[in-house]
């Protein structure tokens, strides 16, 4: 544990700090990618970004561009099943383009383990579904390239995911798949890298007894610590500590005045040094928050 957190500590060191970002997870056939999302610095992008993954429009969605030592890249399609029953590729849905937000808000460079925005070559304002991993420091070219590629998250943990790339293949079936990556040579659409894309969301539900439970979505199997508070600034007190190697995780069910509703409390999950405050409001489903 005194590991994880001291490694969480030096990244932390070269990324810049973006507090209340949406935490998402990227499941590959590699291992599990967990990412913070600048939310408070790159609004309209992670909106844009949480509507393709709330939408299901990245359900089937594959990694379809890898250029070794620059870029991965992924949003753009998935796989259907075809008229006569056999999968084929498709795009996936576009919604409206982005409005760039390169130089909104902090400024974010493309630094390994970053995720950003794609978008068409000489238009600034193009980007819509597909995004990359940069897996170098492409600051120098993409931060001027094209006025900037808006960098809306970055890798909290899974970077050893990231560093497994350079074991994949790569195979040319034309144009847009001219650098498709798979798992092996003689690749099926089983060989694909796939990603499946959720989010870290927390439940507080009413148990028949009166009593509040909190459930959340486990991550990569770390140990989740759940505080409460009632004031701002706030004062953290431990309301509980899990273990969780399931991917849903539910706290014991706790009567406590300082999670009624509707007094304006917050909650947040801690995993491994990584906090997720989330404002407790009378909805039965929220969104944890970092």
């Known amino acids: 544990m005194k590991r994880l957190r001291l490694l969480f500590v030096a990244w932390m060191a070269t990324v810049p700090f973006a ?16 990412v913070e999302l600048y939310d408070l610095d790159k609004p309209a992008t992670v909106r844009n970004f949480l ?9 089937n969605m594959f990694c379809h561009r890898y250029v070794p030592g620059f870029v991965m890249q992924g949003g753009g399609y998935f796989v259907s099943t075809g008229t006569n029953g056999s999968p ?3 795009e996936v849905t576009k919604l409206p383009a982005l409005t760039n937000e390169f130089n909104v808000g902090r400024r974010f460079s493309n630094l390994f383990g970053t995720i950003a925005m794609a978008k068409a070559a000489n238009d600034p ?4 579904s597909e995004w990359f991993f940069n897996l170098a420091d492409n600051s120098t070219n993409l931060d001027n390239q094209n006025e900037g590629f808006t960098v809306f998250g970055h890798v909290v943990d899974g970077t050893n995911v990231l560093n497994q790339f350079p074991n994949l293949y790569l195979i040319n079936i034309g144009s847009p798949f001219n650098s498709l990556p798979v798992l092996r040579t003689n690749a099926t659409f089983d ?6 894309v959720s989010l870290l969301n927390v439940q507080v539900r009413f ?6 439970e ?14 409460f508070t009632t004031g701002f600034p706030p004062t953290w007190q431990s309301l509980l500590t899990r273990n969780c190697g399931l991917r849903r995780c539910a706290g014991s069910r706790v009567r406590s005045p300082h999670l009624m509703y509707p007094v304006p409390g917050t909650i947040r999950l801690s995993r491994a040094g990584c906090i997720a ?8 489903d929220m969104m944890a928050r970092r």
Do not use: M
């Not at 509507?51 to 359900?59: C, S």
């Not at 148990?207 to 509040?212: C, E, K």
């Not at 405050?277 to 039965?284: A, G, V």
């Open 88 to 90: 084929q590729f498709a």
């Open 277 to 284: 405050p989330l404002k407790n409001h009378s909805s039965e």
């Open 214 to 227: 909190i459930s959340w979505n486990s991550v990569s199997n770390k140990l989740n610590h759940v505080e």
């Open 125 to 128: 304002n193009s980007a819509t």
């Open 207 to 212: 148990a028949d007894t009166g009593a509040r």
């Open 51 to 59: 509507r393709y993954v709330q939408g299901g429009l990245y359900t």
């Open 19 to 34: 507090f209340g970002g949406t935490l998402a997870q990227f499941r590959t056939s590699l291992g599990d990618i967990d």
């Open 191 to 196: 060989d694909l890298l796939y990603v499946d």
